[in-house]
């Protein structure tokens, strides 16, 4: 079955402990993005990916990290986790590069509390 | 001018009424617009899209009107039906690889529909 598979589905940490959200397609696609959604505000992209280690940020890059060693997948990483960081988050992935004019398919999100 | 703009944030309807759903935009690079349709505990998925080469595009009981002038769209749901409720999201984008930041989709702020019974 083709999917965006997120983990962890629901996640309550700390502020400033380490976290990773792994995020892997089985679709074979090169364009992979995190965002954030929260109240209000719809989707906001965080970071993408078109290939291969090539990474970019999105429109609220700070406080959060990827990498793209492999296709299949793309961790999102928090160094410093802050409460202003709680949110649900979800992983994309289309075909190509051209994310405009391909259906983006997400993952099933994850929920992510920083106390 | 990166912005979408979406309306209402809520919005409920009686079953089969029609449900109306509208996005504005600023930048006129952009040339492609999908909506997305999420169900609680769910991830966004594809429902409809269209290029502004068109007016209006139809799949079953959903259909988008595009007015380029205005930089308007809409989502018509017709004959709204309690399964149809779910968090629908406008977005766009530029169907161009080599321009800077056309990789990207722009999402609207979400308008939650319910379909009462």
């Known amino acids: 079955e083709a999917q965006v598979t997120q983990n962890p589905r629901y996640l309550i940490t700390v502020t400033g402990k380490k976290l990773t959200v792994t995020c892997s397609q089985n679709?074979?696609?090169?364009?992979m993005s995190w965002y954030r959604q929260d109240p209000g505000l719809g989707l906001r992209q965080i970071y993408y990916s078109m290939n291969v280690e090539v990474t970019d940020k999105g429109d609220v890059p700070e406080g959060y990290k990827v990498s793209r060693k492999e296709k299949r997948n793309f961790p999102l990483i928090l160094e410093s986790p802050s409460p202003n960081q709680t949110s649900l988050y979800f992983c994309a992935s289309s075909l190509w590069a051209g994310a405009g004019n391909t259906e983006a398919f997400f993952g099933q999100g994850t929920r992510l509390t920083v106390v | 001018q990166q912005q979408v703009k979406q309306s209402p944030q809520s919005l409920i309807v009686q079953k089969g009424g029609i449900s109306i759903i509208n996005c504005a935009y600023e930048?006129?690079?952009?040339?492609?617009f999908p909506w997305y349709q999420q169900f609680p505990g769910k991830g966004p998925a594809l429902l409809i899209a269209?290029?502004?080469?068109?007016s209006e595009k139809k799949e079953g009981r959903f259909t988008i009107s595009f007015n380029k002038s205005a930089k308007q769209f809409s989502l018509h749901i017709m004959d709204s039906q309690p399964g149809d409720s779910a968090t629908y999201f406008c977005a766009a984008s530029i169907d161009d690889y080599y321009i800077q930041g056309a990789q990207k989709l722009v999402f609207g702020q979400g308008t939650r529909l319910t379909i009462n019974p």
């Open positions: 930048n006129t690079a952009f040339d492609y």
């Open positions: 679709m074979n696609h090169e364009y």
């Open positions: 269209i290029r502004p080469d068109v």
